[in-house]
């Protein structure tokens, strides 16, 4: 088993940054990935971003290229996800998520953390 807990949402305005943290616990020396995946109010789940654990290979939708980046911290068992110049449309709770199935392409979690807000205000 594998738990994630994840930390730094918060209510930002237009422009501003912030850093999503998620510590992983338990099991982690079988994660393949990680990644994020956020949902909006009345939306389905988005892939946002995801980092090989091992090469640190990085992938990003399309709508966060750019301005969020993923990275990791081996040692600590956590990943990062920094976000610059926040739009309103990326409002959404924030889910960081693990793999620890092998896969050639980002995504496949099998393991969930709780989720955090985050709220950018226009």
């Known amino acids: 088993q594998v738990q994630l807990v994840e930390s730094g949402g918060g209510l930002v305005q237009t422009g501003d940054s912030l850093r999503l943290s998620c510590a992983a616990s338990?099991?982690?020396?079988?994660?393949?990935?990680m990644g994020w995946v956020r949902q909006a109010p009345g939306k389905e789940r988005e892939f946002v971003a995801d980092i090989s654990w091992s090469g640190g290979r990085t992938t990003y939708a399309d709508s966060v290229k750019g301005r969020f980046t993923i990275s990791r911290d081996n040692a600590q068992n956590t990943v990062f996800l920094q976000m610059n110049n926040l739009k309103p449309e990326d409002t959404a709770v924030y889910y960081c998520a693990a793999r620890t199935v092998y896969s050639s392409y980002p995504g496949g979690y099998n393991y969930w953390g709780q989720g955090t807000q985050v709220t950018v205000s226009s």
């Open positions: 338990g099991r982690t020396f079988s994660i393949y990935a």
